[in-house]
């Protein structure tokens, strides 16, 4: 990966807990993902006993989860402890008193802080667009998940705030967008991981805004900042923002300004061991041609 293009981590975690307190009433966006989601999982049967939901934010699906499957013990998992808190929050007192139902969990995604095979479940929506090692994202699910898991998420495609990007093009030498996955890749990247049976589908959604500056103050009111470390350690210079609003007008239609999000869906499962018929598991043995010279 491009170095310009990592994500600090620590700039990341400070921007989404400055964003906690008002990122409900801004993420209509990752709300309505959230629900295409839910759509999606009535098609899928499946019981998991634990489910982790990695990069919960404030928690948006708790309620629906614990609905669909009421036994099950919830880790809301995020990188920003004032989102864990607000998670958290969302439980009912009794269920917080008692420790039952919801776990709130401060970690990292590239770093999960549960032991192997912990969870039946992982869902992660809208949040795997923030590591910097898709991979490592990917086999640390394929880690905590049991044999028979279900590992479903959602992520942003390259199409991903594509006119802000074309229209930040000339104007300085730093980063100002994100690095983000074509599907084909995330499916390789399943597969390579030792995920089966993967299905990956994608769609645009385009939201409309009066000027950019209210399509930036969007995206930071959801945490999104730009923390690549090619960005400008300081304010963005007024001449860049000027142009950048100059070269975005030229894509207003209707009197409104259009943000394109390229939205992934993905999901698969962790394969069962193959066993014999007294119950012995079936280790395969691939067996290489080596040369006789």
Not at 235 to 255: F, H, I, K, Q, S
Request: with cysteine; glycine share 8%.
């Amino acid at each position: 990966m491009n170095h310009e293009l990592a994500l600090d981590k620590r700039l990341l975690r400070r921007s989404f807990e400055k964003a906690a307190a008002g990122y409900d009433a801004a993420a209509v966006l990752q709300h309505e993902i959230c629900r295409r989601m839910l759509m999606r999982l009535e098609y899928i049967k499946h019981r998991p006993a634990a489910i982790l939901d990695a990069g919960s934010g404030t928690g948006n699906v708790v309620a629906a989860l614990r609905v669909r499957y009421p036994q099950a013990t919830l880790y809301a998992l995020d990188i920003a402890l004032a989102m864990v808190r607000r998670s958290r929050a969302r439980a009912p007192w009794w269920r917080r008193l008692f420790g039952r139902g919801v776990v709130p969990v401060c970690g990292d995604i590239e770093r999960l802080p549960l032991r192997g095979a912990a969870v039946g479940m992982v869902w992660s929506n809208l949040a795997l667009q923030w590591v910097n090692d898709a991979p490592r994202a990917f086999a640390e699910f394929r880690r905590v998940l049991a044999p028979g898991g279900l590992l479903m998420f959602s992520t942003f495609g390259p199409d991903t705030l594509k006119e802000l990007r074309a229209a930040y093009r000339g104007t300085d030498r730093y980063t100002h967008i994100n690095r983000f996955i074509d599907m084909h890749d995330l499916g390789d990247m399943l597969v390579h991981g030792g995920f089966a049976d993967p299905v990956m589908d994608m769609e645009y959604v385009t939201l409309t805004y009066t000027d950019v500056l209210a399509l930036m103050h969007d995206l930071k009111a959801i945490g999104a900042h730009n923390v690549t470390a090619g960005r400008r350690q300081g304010m963005t210079a007024r001449a860049t923002l000027a142009a950048v609003e100059c070269n975005y007008e030229a894509l207003r239609r209707d009197g409104r300004l259009p943000a394109t999000f390229e939205v992934i869906y993905g999901h698969a499962w962790v394969p069962q061991p193959r066993t014999t018929a007294d119950g012995k598991t079936v280790i395969p043995i691939k067996v290489s041609k080596r040369s006789p010279l």
